[in-house]
């Protein structure tokens, strides 16, 4: 059995890092680099960094932000944000990230994912998917409806369809943000994340919501999800990586003990 990960996510705007709820409200919580260093030193398994305002503004990534976090962690890093084309993939990944997410540009333009898997590898290649429910409908069958432009624009697809479709093109994983349950504090969606979880071959990173350490718990058992993205709890809240994953381990939820 693979060890459950526990990914701390840094949503950026402007050069900070910043956290909403359901994509509303945000503020300013800090330097993206400094951030970074912190929870590298906690233990997180990963990291995942998004230029949260880059596709609606219609620009390419912060890169030189990406380069200062890659020089100062030493695990995947995983870089989302106005990536539309081959070349701004390579970009983020020559400055050091492990892996690209791409989210708008996939929707945009489907074949984005298998070019990104053909040139780097499916391993380098995450979907990342805003998700709204929106109830079951012949257009949208599974109830969830995927979203762009950091929750800006309603799509039409039906996340369940997406998620299976980007999984033939070439993702090697799904980062599935529920935007409803978005730094609620209140839980992960874990109707939501346990339909992709099952319904594709590939891993399945589950966000939004979670407050409390046993909302982990949850949502990497019963709703099979493979890792559990943290924001707003362990940004806010005061918990740290080591008592989630201590947490977690006492629960017979397998975890890298590295903290």
């Known amino acids: 059995m693979l060890s459950k990960r526990i990914i701390p996510c ?10 909403g709820v359901r994509f509303k409200d945000n503020v300013d919580i800090g330097d993206p680099v400094e951030m970074a260093r912190y929870y590298y030193d906690q233990g997180a398994d990963e990291l995942v960094f998004y230029d949260i305002t880059a596709s609606a503004e219609g620009r390419g990534i ?12 030493f695990i995947p890093f995983s870089v989302g944000g106005g990536l539309n084309s081959l070349e ?24 984005l994912l298998r070019q990104g898997a053909a040139a780097f590898g499916r391993q380098c290649v995450v979907l990342g998917m805003d998700v709204l429910r929106v109830g079951a409908s012949a257009a949208i069958p599974s109830g969830y ?34 935007i409803d349950a978005d730094g ?11 339909l992709i979880a099952t319904g594709v071959g590939i891993p399945v990173i589950a966000s939004g919501g979670a407050g409390r350490p046993e909302h982990l718990a949850e949502v990497l058992t019963t709703a099979a999800a493979d890792a559990a993205l943290v924001a707003s709890m362990t940004h806010f809240g005061g918990v740290t990586i080591g008592q989630l994953k201590g947490y977690l381990q006492e629960r017979g939820v397998k975890v890298r003990t590295t903290w």
């Open 10 to 19: 840094l949503d950026v705007r402007d050069g900070r890092t910043t956290k």
């Open 184 to 194: 609620t504090c209140e839980g992960y969606e874990l109707t939501l994340t346990r």
């Open 145 to 178: 409806e995927v979203v762009t432009h950091g929750g800006r624009r309603r799509t039409g697809l039906d996340a369940l369809c997406w998620a299976r479709q980007a999984e033939a093109l070439g993702a090697g994983e799904i980062c599935l943000n529920s």
């Open 62 to 73: 912060m890169i030189e932000v990406v380069r200062q976090v890659a020089r100062c962690i």
């Open 88 to 111: 701004a993939m390579r970009a983020v990944l020559l400055a050091g990230a492990e892996k690209v997410s791409l989210n708008s540009g996939a929707v945009a333009n489907p074949d």
